[in-house]
């Protein structure tokens, strides 16, 4: 392994006591507060113009229906994202954004667009269907878009591909469709009162089944394909700008595409809606949900391919690629740690199962020239953190390993005096189960040898000509 600093100073970089006292704006905790406040802010005026238009009674109803698919659409999206799990603040931001900001941008554009038109053209219907066919589809894929365009920017280490794109994009349209179901659901709400209608036969039954049972997933839909393109721009080198450029808005043109088809589908006869539900959503969203998936198992055997080279290197122990490549060996890492150790120590198996995998991201990165200029620095210091929770991780990942592999028919020869010798029976010392073999000297380590089980800085270089800094 490298030698260097973990946090090396360029040459040309001033010293530490030398930097410049960043300014007040560039604190990261002004900017956080920034946030918090501009997305507050938008949600109470998004609320104020909801309850103005559906009234107290019609709004606490629209809200507790609008409630209904938001857990399931979250535990969708956050369990697609278990292999690499983000930051919940990410996801938190995420939601917000569209329920609040991207809801309020989409509320004030939509009206002024369709008073502007129908002022212009003397023609209010004309100008009803053109905003919901054009006008709508543009501005709140736009307005949806522009939350992963801020996790892609200024939380770049926390999206490397398509999984984080489909996860970002999938929880920012739920927070999106959860403000307009209220206001869909408030305002037949209202239309049942005054015409006194009840039961499966009013409007708000409709519209529920509409948007909630049959179609909770359209804004998801829609916007996982701008996700998709910022994924995708994830995967690009750094040098490809326009690769990175055009790739998310090819994605943002396909999800205003798909949502002006949706918004217009009544445009096309008495059965549109649910030709374009048949023929288009239904097969779309089986398409994107099986790319997910593929894409999630891909995640999977990227890990068990790029962390055998840091097993070679000693850092991690044999057994590791395949646990952390597996979902159902991983679970059982953290009961194992749990009920052995506590809950404590379930939750260092958990941060080592998530910095084990950022590794193997990052080094797929890296082989295939993608990675940034700090890959060496943020491989140092992913190396180190995994090497400080390695005391109940191993053994917990080691017992999964054993309890998940497959099983394999192995044919052993009689147990007869010098006949496992060729062929390594058990009992034999030449077996790798063997003793001798298990109490084997732990590797060579850069400070000097150790035993097995001793605490040293860093592990072992056991194959000198191997450098994990090249592909």
Same mark, same amino acid.
């Given at each position: 392994?490298?030698?260097?600093?973990?946090?090396?100073?360029?040459?040309?970089?001033?010293?530490?006591?030398?930097?410049?006292?960043?300014?007040?704006?560039?604190?990261?905790?002004?900017?956080?507060?920034?946030?918090?406040?501009?997305?507050?802010?938008?949600?109470?005026?998004?609320?104020?113009?909801?309850?103005?238009?559906?009234?107290?009674?019609?709004?606490?109803?629209?809200?507790?229906?609008?409630?209904?698919?938001?857990?399931?659409?979250?535990?969708?999206?956050?369990?697609?994202?278990?292999?690499?799990?983000?930051?919940?603040?990410?996801?938190?931001?995420?939601?917000?954004?569209?329920?609040?900001?991207?809801?309020?941008?989409?509320?004030?554009?939509?009206?002024?667009?369709?008073? &502007?038109?129908?002022?212009?053209?003397?023609?209010?219907?004309?100008?009803?269907?053109?905003?919901?066919?054009?006008?709508?589809?543009?501005?709140?894929?736009?307005?949806?878009?522009?939350?992963?365009?801020?996790?892609?920017?200024?939380?770049?280490?926390?999206?490397?591909?398509?999984?984080?794109?489909?996860?970002?994009?999938?929880?920012?349209?739920?927070?999106?469709?959860?403000?307009?179901?209220?206001?869909?659901?408030?305002?037949?709400?209202?239309?049942?009162?005054?015409?006194?209608?009840?039961?499966?036969?009013?409007?708000?039954?409709?519209?529920?089944?509409?948007?909630?049972?049959?179609?909770?997933?359209?804004?998801?839909?829609?916007?996982?394909?701008?996700?998709?393109?910022?994924?995708?721009?994830?995967?690009?080198?750094?040098?490809?700008?326009?690769?990175?450029?055009?790739?998310?808005?090819?994605?943002?043109?396909?999800?205003?595409?798909?949502?002006?088809?949706?918004?217009?589908?009544?445009?096309?006869?008495?059965?549109?809606?649910?030709?374009?539900?048949?023929?288009?959503?239904?097969?779309?969203?089986?398409?994107?949900?099986?790319?997910?998936?593929?894409?999630?198992?891909?995640?999977?055997?990227?890990?068990?391919?790029?962390?055998?080279?840091?097993?070679?290197?000693?850092?991690?122990?044999?057994?590791?690629?395949?646990?952390?490549?597996?979902?159902?060996?991983?679970?059982?890492?953290?009961?194992?740690?749990?009920?052995?150790?506590?809950?404590?120590?379930?939750?260092?198996?958990?941060?080592?199962?998530?910095?084990?995998?950022?590794?193997?991201?990052?080094?797929?990165?890296?082989?295939?020239?993608?990675?940034?200029?700090?890959?060496?620095?943020?491989?140092?210091?992913?190396?180190?953190?995994? &090497?400080?929770?390695?005391?109940?991780?191993?053994?917990?990942?080691?017992?999964?390993?054993?309890?998940?592999?497959?099983?394999?028919?192995?044919?052993?020869?009689?147990?007869?005096?010098?006949?496992?010798?060729?062929?390594?029976?058990?009992?034999?010392?030449?077996?790798?189960?063997?003793?001798?073999?298990?109490?084997?000297?732990?590797?060579?380590?850069?400070?000097?040898?150790?035993?097995?089980?001793?605490?040293?800085?860093?592990?072992?270089?056991?194959?000198?000509?191997?450098?994990?800094?090249?592909?």
């Amino acid at each position: 392994m490298a030698t260097s600093p973990p946090y090396p100073i360029p040459p040309e970089a001033p010293a530490p006591g030398e930097l410049r006292r960043a300014h007040w704006w560039q604190r990261r905790a002004i900017r956080a507060a920034g946030l918090v406040t501009l997305l507050a802010l938008s949600g109470l005026v998004i609320l104020a113009l909801v309850r103005e238009q559906t009234g107290t009674e019609g709004f606490l109803v629209g809200l507790g229906l609008a409630t209904v698919p938001v857990p399931l659409l979250v535990a969708a999206f956050r369990w697609l994202d278990r292999v690499a799990p983000g930051p919940w603040r990410n996801l938190l931001f995420s939601f917000a954004w569209g329920a609040c900001a991207a809801a309020l941008i989409a509320i004030v554009a939509n009206s002024f667009a369709i008073r &502007w038109i129908a002022t212009a053209t003397a023609d209010p219907s004309s100008a009803d269907t053109l905003g919901a066919t054009v006008i709508a589809p543009i501005v709140e894929e736009s307005a949806k878009a522009a939350a992963i365009l801020l996790v892609f920017l200024f939380r770049r280490r926390d999206f490397t591909g398509l999984v984080d794109g489909v996860v970002i994009a999938g929880v920012t349209a739920t927070g999106f469709a959860f403000t307009e179901n209220i206001l869909y659901l408030g305002n037949a709400f209202v239309t049942d009162q005054l015409s006194r209608d009840s039961g499966l036969a009013s409007v708000t039954a409709a519209t529920f089944f509409v948007r909630v049972v049959m179609s909770p997933f359209a804004h998801p839909l829609f916007t996982v394909l701008t996700g998709i393109g910022f994924g995708l721009a994830a995967f690009a080198a750094e040098r490809h700008h326009l690769r990175r450029v055009l790739l998310p808005l090819t994605g943002l043109l396909l999800a205003m595409g798909m949502h002006a088809l949706w918004n217009g589908s009544a445009v096309f006869g008495q059965y549109g809606f649910f030709t374009v539900y048949a023929l288009i959503m239904l097969p779309s969203f089986g398409l994107l949900t099986w790319l997910a998936i593929w894409t999630r198992q891909r995640e999977l055997r990227t890990i068990r391919a790029e962390l055998p080279a840091y097993t070679a290197a000693g850092w991690l122990t044999p057994p590791e690629p395949f646990a952390l490549g597996s979902m159902r060996a991983r679970a059982l890492a953290r009961d194992y740690a749990s009920y052995t150790w506590g809950k404590a120590a379930a939750r260092t198996v958990v941060e080592y199962e998530r910095y084990a995998t950022s590794l193997a991201f990052l080094r797929h990165r890296g082989r295939s020239g993608r990675a940034g200029a700090d890959f060496v620095v943020r491989e140092r210091e992913l190396l180190e953190r995994l &090497w400080e929770r390695r005391e109940p991780a191993r053994p917990a990942l080691a017992y999964a390993a054993r309890a998940t592999a497959p099983v394999t028919p192995v044919m052993l020869p009689m147990p007869y005096a010098g006949y496992g010798a060729g062929y390594g029976y058990p009992g034999h010392p030449g077996h790798p189960g063997h003793p001798a073999h298990l109490q084997a000297p732990y590797p060579q380590a850069p400070y000097g040898p150790a035993p097995y089980g001793q605490p040293q800085p860093y592990p072992a270089h056991g194959h000198p000509t191997y450098n994990p800094y090249r592909s």
